[in-house]
């Protein structure tokens, strides 16, 4: 009985009707199926965080919140309110409900019967012209200012109204806002709508019993976000093609009537790939420990539930700093594949402690190979020329047990000095191959594109790539542990500072 939009609001809305109908394909929507959500949804609005909500984030002004209605002898407006948005499938004579509501404007809304009218997002025929009371971040009643043909509003089908009223219970309702996830893979979308609807229903069973003030506060919303993904892609819920990875938004808004805003939130499917991959087969062993180092709450989520006003502050960093990626890969691939803390983090941030010496047993190569080929799109000759000259190092630090040049590698910052370091390590170098060719040496680290050499602009990222390949191999070698306490010995301020751009 349903479909499909191409809309993000009204598509969240569609797939909460197709889950709380306990139904996988919204054309398996039956009308009794629309007539629970609507009873659920009349329950939920009228009273309560349910109530709450209504007022302050997604429908501001509408019969739900009047505060005249829930006077004894005027809450036949509310039921005749609940009809008039929820009901509209099952009510073809509208008399009734708009002789109980009271009002001429509400008249001029029915589009029901009109020709030519037809719903924006379905091409349906068109039930009501609506405002911002009823369908979110569109203007209020009677302004023309961006409407389509100059007339104020927005005709939307019954089916299409009720989905939008079902939209806040499958998303994450956050910070005084909703959260509502679009992806071009319609089954991960599902995902997300299906535990956001198991969780606020879960916080409503709360909300009955502990009397609360309004819906807990998730205020790491893209922690949520990213928890859901990682465990669809781990379950195999997701039927993602193989040839391509879905891409993902996420619109962080609220409807309130002083303070209505916006954020878009986008993960591009190159970071989707990445996630997708990590999370599987060879690479999941690292990225499940990194992702294990990276949690932080406050308080117990249980602890937190006992308030009136609940704040639930379990946040993952690593989740949260995928979504600045690819722009700040650089920092990312820093922070969490060497363990090196930036230290510009607030007081109690996990990455504050992060660390190469005692943290070793993260550092993953093939990880970090990974990263470079699905976020930075690095060249795998690039790649694998860094990975070998890594090894050289490595093997020639451990054979003479140079911590000289293992200090000068990890500490120096200026170019022309850590390219000095290197052609000391060549002239001492004795492998049967040279510790790195010419050619394999421009690659990694110069640039001749205006026709002499000069150092890359990354010259710093391959710097810190073969610091996690270096410290890889002493650590599998066991030969880590002989030298850390070597640099840790190092003034710490100098370990730390910045590195230059």
Request: some cysteine; charged content about 25%; overall charge neutral.
């Amino acid at each position: 009985m349903l479909k499909l939009t191409g809309f993000p609001l009204p598509d969240v809305g569609i797939l909460t009707l197709t889950a709380m109908a306990g139904k996988a394909d919204p054309a398996a929507v039956t009308r009794d199926d629309l007539d629970a959500a609507a009873d659920y949804l009349e329950k939920f609005y009228t009273k309560g965080i349910g109530k709450s909500l209504a007022a302050g984030v997604v429908f501001p002004n509408s019969g739900f919140v009047q505060a005249a209605f829930d006077k004894p002898e005027l809450q036949y407006k509310r039921l005749a309110w609940a009809n008039f948005v929820l009901r509209g499938h099952q009510n073809l004579e509208l008399g009734p409900i708009l002789n109980d509501l009271e009002k001429k404007e509400y008249r001029s809304m029915v589009l029901r019967g009109v020709q030519g009218a037809f719903c924006a997002f379905t091409g349906d025929p068109a039930y009501l012209r609506v405002s911002r009371d009823m369908l979110p971040m569109i203007n209020g009643r009677g302004i023309m200012n961006f409407s389509p043909m100059g007339e104020a509003g927005m005709p939307v089908s019954d089916v299409v109204l009720l989905a939008i009223h079902a939209l806040p219970l499958g998303c994450v309702i956050t910070q005084g806002a909703l959260l509502a996830v679009e992806s071009d893979d319609l089954a991960l979308m599902f995902d997300f709508v299906k535990v956001n609807l198991e969780t606020n229903r879960r916080f409503i069973h709360l909300a009955n019993q502990n009397d609360y003030e309004k819906f807990p506060n998730l205020s790491s919303y893209k922690t949520r976000l990213m928890d859901v993904l990682v465990s669809s892609f781990l379950q195999g819920e997701s039927k993602q093609e193989t040839y391509r990875a879905p891409s993902l938004n996420a619109y962080h808004f609220s409807n309130n009537g002083t303070s209505a805003r916006i954020a878009i939130y986008a993960l591009p499917s190159s970071t989707l790939q990445f996630v997708r991959t990590a999370s599987q087969g060879e690479y999941a062993s690292a990225w499940r420990q990194i992702i294990q180092r990276g949690w932080i709450e406050e308080k117990p989520e249980a602890v937190e539930l006992e308030e009136k006003a609940p704040k639930l502050t379990r946040r993952n960093f690593i989740y949260e700093d995928l979504f600045d990626l690819p722009e700040d890969a650089r920092r990312f691939l820093r922070t969490y594949f060497l363990r090196h803390p930036l230290q510009k983090f607030k007081r109690g941030d996990p990455r504050n402690d992060y660390s190469p010496f005692t943290e070793t047993d993260l550092i993953s190569w093939n990880l970090t190979a990974l990263f470079l080929k699905r976020i930075l799109n690095m060249q795998e000759n690039r790649i694998n020329q860094i990975r070998n000259l890594g090894d050289r190092l490595a093997q020639y630090i451990q054979e003479r047990d140079d911590r000289r040049l293992l200090k000068d590698i990890y500490f120096e910052r200026q170019y022309w000095r850590f390219r000095a370091v290197l052609l000391r390590a060549m002239y001492g170098y004795t492998g049967s191959e040279p510790l790195v060719t010419f050619d394999g040496y421009a690659q990694i680290f110069e640039s001749f594109e205006e026709g002499q050499g000069a150092e890359r602009a990354d010259w710093n990222l391959a710097r810190d790539l073969l610091l996690i390949r270096i410290f890889e191999r002493l650590h599998a070698e066991g030969y880590w542990s002989t030298v850390k306490e070597t640099l840790q010995s190092e003034d710490a301020e100098e370990a730390l500072k910045p590195v230059t751009e």
